[in-house]
């Protein structure tokens, strides 16, 4: 790490001792129960918890152990948000965050602000496997950009837009990376940027990454080939979620998903039932989050398939992830051909009131639809269009479709994104 870079490092954890936030006590708890393996005692707590405070859950005494729960995902939460809350908890006191996730339904959960330090010392302590920490210069690819200035400086953060890819854009990212050690972000966006460098005639030589870490969608072999011609430094893959946080990762020259067993108890359940899954079968992903003590999550399906294995890993057996699967996350286009990241849309309408689920279709050049199931209570058509023309601009044809339902994959999620259009 270089001075500046040490400074930074020093100062976030002084002032966090200073100001008793807990981050540096959380990042070695997270260190030490990660040695440890899966602690009972902290999936016993939030059961406890749930069943004692929260409305969802009253009545209902037989929900002694964690297969007793029911399974939940975002669609029940969403409808039952308040009976989600506890009731010694205030919603005013909670920290509300909005998600569309790739499942293309929009929620608004709650959580605590112990469970946010718990977040940022997570990522604190398992990015040190991709040779990142806290002061590091970084690139971070973000559809949003809610990062003030001094934020960013503080953070020794460059924002890197994957909404628009045109070559003065990518020109600009190529740029900056030179100036970076980290980079963090969508790989889909990571594999454009890197088809532009190498079409540049860049080398490893031209760059000084130390490590990259990729996230939000999965890392295809064909981006990772591209992406470690390029860069040629360790790709750590996280599996996260806005709602849980880092589940899982997947660490440099490990062919598996570590299991975060510091924070969350992770279950593999068949596609048809809730019977968990043999070692190597394809399942569902259920989470239950030790620390969601805001809006309790147990056994709470992502929306993801998986397999697991047991794994001896410093000699003792635990439970690991072999394969996460989702979507192959499409590009679009403008009507001037310019290549826009698929979560610009996403980003865009998780806000939006009034939106149940949503689908978005380029069918080709210049026309597009989306696919709406309202919420006619606060349904208001002429802010997703002015949306969907922010992003594409004003040329785009765009036709709102009010749809009772939209047909799910055979993985359970909802292709948010639809090419048709292939240039």
Do not use: W
Request: net charge neutral.
């Amino acid at each position: 790490m270089s001075l500046g870079e040490l400074i930074r490092n020093r100062l976030f954890f002084l002032i966090d001792k200073i100001m008793k936030k807990g981050i540096y006590n959380n990042v070695l708890d997270v260190e030490k129960k990660l040695d440890k393996g899966f602690a009972s005692s902290d999936l016993k707590s939030i059961l406890i918890h749930a069943k004692s405070t929260v409305p969802f859950y009253e009545g209902n005494p037989d929900l002694n152990e964690l297969t007793d729960f029911p399974i939940i995902n975002k669609s029940i939460v969403r409808e039952n948000v308040d009976r989600f809350i506890p009731k010694n908890k205030k919603k005013s006191d909670l920290i509300k965050v909005s998600t569309s996730g790739s499942s293309g339904t929009p929620m608004a959960f709650y959580r605590t602000s112990d469970k946010r330090i718990r977040q940022i010392a997570e990522v604190i302590y398992l990015s040190q496997s991709a040779n990142y920490y806290f002061g590091m210069k970084h690139g971070f690819i973000r559809a949003t950009h809610p990062k003030g200035k001094l934020s960013l400086l503080i953070q020794n953060e460059i924002h890197i837009d994957p909404t628009m890819l045109s070559d003065n854009n990518l020109e600009k990212i190529r740029n900056d990376i030179k100036k970076m050690k980290i980079i963090i972000g969508f790989p889909s966006t990571l594999y454009e940027i890197a088809l532009y460098c190498l079409k540049m005639g860049d080398t490893p030589q031209d760059f000084k990454l130390k490590g990259i870490i990729s996230t939000a969608e999965p890392l295809l072999e064909k981006q990772k080939a591209v992406i470690q011609s390029l860069f040629d430094c360790p790709i750590q893959v996280r599996y996260a979620t806005e709602e849980l946080g880092l589940v899982a990762v997947q660490n440099p020259e490990e062919d598996y998903f570590t299991i975060n067993e510091a924070s969350f108890f992770v279950e593999i359940l068949k596609i048809d039932s809730d019977e968990h899954c043999e070692e190597n079968e394809e399942g569902r992903i259920v989470v239950t989050d030790f620390f969601s003590y805001g809006m309790p999550l147990i056994r709470y399906e992502t929306g993801d398939i998986g397999r697991f294995v047991k794994k001896m890993i410093n000699g003792k057996e635990r439970k690991v992830i072999t394969s996460i699967s989702g979507r192959e996350i499409e590009m679009i286009y403008t009507p001037k051909g310019e290549k826009i990241s698929p979560f610009s849309i996403n980003v865009m309408m998780k806000d939006v009131t009034g939106v149940i689920k949503f689908q978005f279709i380029q069918k080709d050049k210049d026309n597009y639809v989306m696919n709406v199931v309202p919420d006619f209570k606060s349904y208001n058509e002429i802010e997703i269009k002015e949306i969907i023309h922010s992003i594409l601009g004003s040329d785009a044809k765009v036709k709102i479709q009010q749809v009772e339902s939209i047909p799910t994959l055979p993985s359970g999620k909802t292709a948010y994104i639809v090419n048709e259009y292939k240039i």
